[in-house]
C-alpha cells in the first residue's frame, strides 16, 4: 500500500525519503509537483496533493500547522477509510495535534500521532552511541503495526502510547521543547525507554 508524504519540506522531505529507501511505496503530495528534486535517489514520485490523496492508503501530514485545516476542508471526503498520520504541530497553542479537525472533517479516515515530538534533524540522523531513539506515538489498534513499520523505516523504535493517546504524545513535544529549547541542550536530542523483562 502507497503511502504519501504531504509537503516536501524538512521533516516532509527526510520522512519521505527514508521511506521510500526502506522499500514502502511511498509519493509526495506537493503544490507544485513538477520539481521531483526532494525525492532525490530515493525513488519516491512527487505528485499533486490531489493525486496523492488519490493514492494512498496512509497518508503523512508534514505541512505547517495553518495549512492543515484548508488540507482537510479540501481533501476531507477523500480521506474516508484512508489513516492519516499527523506530524504537524500547532507551537504555542494549547493543543498541538489535529485530531479534532481531522475528525470534523474527515469523519471517515482513522487517526494517528507521529513524527512530531522529535526535532527533524533526528528523523535525518535516530541513533545515538549507535542506538536508535525511541518515538512515541498513538494509533488505532488495528493501524499500529503499519505505523511502527514507518517508524522503523526512519531507523527510530518505535513505542506505542495506545490508541487516542495524541495528548500524552504531546507530552513528550513539550518535554522535548523544554530540554531541547529551553534548557538549551540543542535540537540533537532525543528519549530511549528503559524497562525490565
Ligand atoms: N522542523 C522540525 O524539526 C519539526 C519536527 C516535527 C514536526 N514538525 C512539524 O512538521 C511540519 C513541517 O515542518 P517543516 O519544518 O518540515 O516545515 P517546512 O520545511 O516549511 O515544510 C512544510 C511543507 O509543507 C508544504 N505546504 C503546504 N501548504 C503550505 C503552506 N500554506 N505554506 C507553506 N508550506 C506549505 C510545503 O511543501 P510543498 O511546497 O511541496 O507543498 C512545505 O515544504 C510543521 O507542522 C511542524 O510543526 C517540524
Redesign the pocket.
Known amino acids: 500500500m502507497t503511502t504519501a508524504v504531504i509537503?516536501?519540506?524538512?521533516?516532509?522531505g527526510t520522512l519521505g525519503r527514508a521511506f521510500a529507501r526502506a522499500g514502502i511505496p511511498t509519493v509526495?503530495g506537493?503544490?507544485?509537483p513538477e520539481d521531483g528534486s526532494v525525492a532525490g535517489s530515493s525513488g519516491a514520485e512527487v505528485v499533486s496533493?490531489g493525486a496523492a490523496v488519490q493514492s494512498a492508503g496512509t497518508l503523512v501530514l508534514?505541512?505547517?500547522?495553518?495549512?492543515v485545516e484548508d488540507f482537510l476542508r479540501r481533501y476531507g471526503d477523500a480521506l474516508a477509510g484512508r489513516l492519516v498520520v499527523d506530524?504537524?504541530?500547532d507551537?504555542g497553542r494549547p493543543v498541538a495535534h489535529k485530531a479534532r479537525e481531522v475528525a470534523k472533517y474527515a469523519p471517515g479516515a482513522r487517526y494517528a500521532r507521529a513524527?512530531?515530538t522529535?526535532?527533524?534533524?533526528n528523523f535525518a540522523d535516530p541513533r545515538f552511541d549507535g542506538i536508535a531513539a525511541d518515538l512515541f506515538f498513538s494509533a488505532p489498534v488495528d493501524d499500529r503495526a503499519a505505523v511502527e513499520e514507518l517508524i522503523a523505516a526512519v531507523g527510530l523504535r518505535p513505542m506505542y502510547v495506545g490508541e487516542g493517546q495524541e495528548d500524552v504524545v504531546d507530552g513528550v513535544l513539550r518535554l522535548w521543547f523544554a530540554l531541547a529549547v529551553g534548557q538549551g541542550h540543542g535540537r540533537e536530542l532525543a528519549f530511549r525507554t528503559l524497562s525490565r523483562p
Do not use: D, K, Y
Open positions: 509537503g516536501t519540506g524538512f521533516v516532509g509526495f506537493s503544490r507544485h496533493v508534514t505541512q505547517p500547522a495553518a495549512a506530524a504537524t504541530n507551537v513524527f512530531n522529535l526535532g527533524g534533524e
